[in-house]
């Protein structure tokens, strides 16, 4: 059962505009939201990550919203790059320890 | 640090034959993980390793597969017999757990092909 469901499966969006893709998740246990990014031929790497604590984290022109009572987050990318063009996954866990739930991902493609 | 290593990088077999994929982790790190990502599935937890003990092997697919940490810095996931559906990239991952949660690092992958 997918814990985790990420929209869209894929993103096109112009060199300068903003990316957007949400997540939501059904386990209330879970504490911790970090969001990976992955280039093709590489490993999943963390971008950013939030706890339920706060509704949003911003480093640089990534953001992270959290909506604890939707049971939703989403990642933000402002003035897009080409360079951003990867496949993005969510995530999630809880007081289970370190074990991450992934969203099925998001393939994001910046048009120069 | 080199990061997480993994060998081979890509691996091509046949049906029934054994596989065996390596992973190195993060020196100093105390958790290890093994995911396999397909595109169907997308990118699935198989066993989790806490100071070389498997805690959750709950989403390994079934005893075709196994793996085994003898050590800190070595980890095996072994197929036996493997079959074409087992064709995947597999990831390893380390972290170091100190309480809350930590950034798992994960390593280059290995491409399986399975004919």
């Known amino acids: 059962q997918q814990q985790v469901k990420q929209s869209p499966q894929s993103l096109i969006v112009q060199k300068g505009g903003i990316s957007i893709i949400n997540c939501a998740y059904e386990n209330t246990a879970f504490d911790y939201f970090p969001w990976y990014q992955q280039f093709p031929g590489k490993g999943p790497a963390l971008l950013i990550a939030?706890?339920?604590?706060?509704s949003e984290k911003k480093e640089g022109r990534f953001t992270i919203s959290f909506n604890k009572s939707a049971k939703q987050f989403s990642l933000h990318i402002m003035d897009s790059q080409p360079g951003d063009s990867a496949t993005y996954f969510c995530?999630?866990?809880?007081?289970?320890?370190?074990?991450?739930?992934f969203g099925g991902g998001t393939r994001l493609m910046v048009k120069p | 640090d080199a990061g997480v290593i993994q060998s081979p990088r890509h691996e091509v077999t046949e049906m029934g034959q054994e596989v065996t994929l390596r992973c190195k982790p993060i020196s100093g790190h105390n958790s290890l993980f093994w995911y396999r990502q397909t595109m169907m599935r997308g990118l699935e937890l198989l066993i989790y390793?806490?100071?070389?003990?498997?805690?959750?092997d709950s989403g390994m697919p079934e005893d075709r597969f196994s793996a085994k940490m003898p050590n800190a810095s070595f980890s095996t996931l072994k197929i036996q017999p493997s079959e074409p559906r087992d064709s995947a990239v597999y990831f390893c991952a380390s972290s170091f757990r100190a309480g809350g949660r930590n950034e798992q690092f994960f390593g280059p992958g290995t491409r399986l092909t399975v004919l």
């Open positions: 995530a999630a866990t809880g007081n289970a320890g370190n074990m991450l739930t």
């Open positions: 939030i706890r339920p604590d706060v």
């Open positions: 390793f806490n100071n070389n003990v498997p805690i959750d």
